[in-house]
């Protein structure tokens, strides 16, 4: 299991703070709900998310997102997750997450985390972080700007079989 | 240890102890989904579980609401591979004539109160309205969900929320439940259940707990919990079938928060965009033109909620140039409006009225808002590009219609 996510980040910003209520709608669309393949479903990540609009075509395999409070809230499309996962963003860390997002990220075994506390100041738009799941911590040229909320079981187990539907097989 | 309501109802669902906190299996009384993430459950239902028969073919239920009928091919297309699984599993399809979904659950007694359901409907928790467990889910949850019939689930904290003093009058329950929304805001019951008491809430009709329900997603709750009164047992036993008896908090329950909103000075309520919790006085924004106006939707969509309205259109006309609509939520609804004459009522004074479904809510049943456009409805979000591309404002229907005769913001007061 993946437990070191490195590359550049992607701090979602108004006025110098993370915006918060990121809802689906702003993340994934609701006029492109239609689609079934996820390799379609990149290409509208953060596309109705004022200020992002481009962020499909910028973001890079890898890159780490980085959003506010209460990311995710609204619907309960599944694609709002995935459109990461298409694009092969490396994670999504939220200050905090709706409860439908949330379920959605760990089931599909999508790795999306709660940030506990995050420096900002010493936080900048391509700047290249290390998130290590383990030690709960993420760094910045090996100097520690934030650190996460501890991880349940059930996210890990998830995240180590690849999904629910592989996970519910061991149980 | 005394259990809070979702406490209750989750541990007569699992074989595990239930609290605050804990993460158990549940078993689910009723497996959905809707005709958005429908497809993709089916894909993913197909893809891990090939040739598989769903868990239990009578607890599992299409409805579908969203895009009614289907306006493009793509919506077409899903809402037909959605058919075909059914036809090949058996399972029972609410088509797009239905309604929409956790309503049409109510209505036919597929959950009682104390049921469990989940969906792949955000605003399923509605039916805590109820006294239910309901939860929305995304499309890879509920594909295991069918094959499995229980899922695993964070057992939320609870917030309680006392309501003091009795709806003014001229207050309908939307006006009590923007308040609660804007008091609480988006964030103010994050991942939490909450319950709600005090004599406002006990004298809420069905269609009255259904509206305060389904703006729990807007205040960041996993699912709100309205205690049953004797007539909702009553409708819910009628249209079960069964013995329903409810499931109500213990003596001693532990909450995470306890808040009080006095109602006893309430005016009519509204939110201005582009979030659900910017709510202020109806009466602030009454130099406000309005465009267009939409009533329906899960939150304010039922038989009484648009009979109410009826009433108050009756020998009037929307004013010139304004398009309003009325999407009723679901088809039993539809026929005892169209019965009763209320239907009549809205066509006569110049409503376009269409036929049962989620309505604005979903791109494109009845239209989208345009560029700039500012529309008053009586849905439960307003979020930039949700309805349309115009500026949305979440009202009762009574502010609703008065807005559409008006051709501004107002209140009911004013057109009586």
Avoid at chain 2, 19 to 31: K, L, Q
Wanted: charged share 25%.
């Amino acid at each position: 299991m993946q437990t070191v996510f490195e590359g550049k980040a992607w701090p979602l910003l108004r006025d110098g703070k993370l915006i918060d209520d990121i809802d689906t709608d702003m993340i994934y669309h609701n006029s492109h709900l239609a689609i079934t393949d996820i390799k379609q479903m990149g290409q509208y990540a953060l596309g109705n998310l004022k200020g992002y609009e481009s962020f499909a075509k910028e973001a890079k395999p890898g890159d780490i997102v980085v959003a506010g409070q209460n990311f995710g809230s609204g619907s309960s499309r599944q694609q709002a997750i995935d459109c990461f996962k298409s694009l092969g963003i490396g994670c999504v860390l939220v200050m905090s997450i709706g409860a439908i997002s949330k379920r959605n990220a760990i089931n599909s075994g999508y790795p999306l985390f709660i940030v506990e506390q995050i420096d900002l100041g010493a936080l900048k738009t391509g700047d290249t972080i290390r998130v290590d799941i383990d030690k709960l911590e993420i760094t910045k040229a090996g100097q520690k700007v934030g650190s996460l909320a501890p991880i349940s079981k059930v996210q890990r187990d998830i995240l180590e079989a690849g999904n629910v539907f592989e996970y519910a097989k061991k149980l | 240890m005394p259990k809070t309501m979702i406490e209750k109802i989750l541990q007569a669902h699992s074989k595990e102890d239930v609290n605050a906190g804990g993460i158990v299996w549940i078993d689910i009384d009723v497996r959905s989904a809707r005709d958005f993430g429908g497809a993709n459950v089916v894909k993913a239902f197909n893809q891990h579980y090939p040739g598989d028969k769903v868990n239990d073919v009578s607890k599992t239920v299409f409805t579908f609401d969203c895009n009614v009928p289907a306006n493009t091919i793509a919506y077409a297309s899903n809402q037909h591979a959605c058919r075909k699984f059914a036809r090949g599993q058996g399972i029972k399809v609410f088509d797009c004539d239905a309604g929409i979904g956790s309503h049409v659950a109510i209505e036919n007694g597929l959950v009682v109160p104390g049921s469990t359901m989940v969906g792949t409907d955000s605003h399923l928790n509605i039916l805590g309205a109820i006294g239910a467990f309901g939860q929305g889910m995304g499309d890879q949850d509920i594909a295991f969900v069918f094959r499995a019939g229980k899922t695993w689930f964070e057992i939320p904290e609870t917030m309680k929320i006392d309501i003091k003093g009795k709806l003014p009058k001229g207050c309908t329950a939307k006006d009590l439940t923007l308040k609660v929304c804007g008091t609480l805001t988006s964030k103010g019951a994050l991942g939490m259940a909450m319950e709600f008491y005090g004599e406002a809430i006990d004298s809420l009709d069905l269609a009255g707990r259904i509206t305060l329900a389904s703006m729990a997603t807007e205040m960041g709750a996993i699912a709100p919990m309205i205690p049953p009164s004797k007539d909702i047992l009553k409708f819910c036993g009628k249209a079960s079938g069964k013995k329903v008896e409810g499931v109500f908090s213990d003596k001693g329950a532990k909450y995470a928060k306890e808040i009080t909103i006095d109602i006893s000075n309430l005016k009519p309520q509204i939110a201005k965009p582009p979030k659900p919790d910017n709510v202020v006085d109806v009466e602030s924004l009454k130099d406000i033109k309005v465009d267009s106006v939409f009533i329906g939707s899960c939150t304010n969509g039922t038989y009484d909620d648009l009979a109410r309205a009826a009433k108050l259109v009756k020998g009037r006309h929307v004013k010139e140039g304004i398009l309003a609509s009325v999407v009723p939520a679901t088809m039993a609804g539809y026929k005892r409006l169209l019965k009763e004459g209320h239907i009549a009522t809205f066509v006569e004074a110049g409503f376009l009225v269409s036929n049962p479904g989620c309505g604005g809510c979903a791109s494109g049943q009845i239209g989208m808002t345009g560029k700039d456009e500012v529309q008053v409805s009586t849905s439960n979000r307003n979020f930039a590009g949700k309805q349309g591309d115009g500026f949305t404002y979440l009202a009762s229907p009574d502010t609703a219609v008065a807005s559409a005769l008006l051709g501004r913001i107002a209140t009911a007061e004013e057109v009586k």
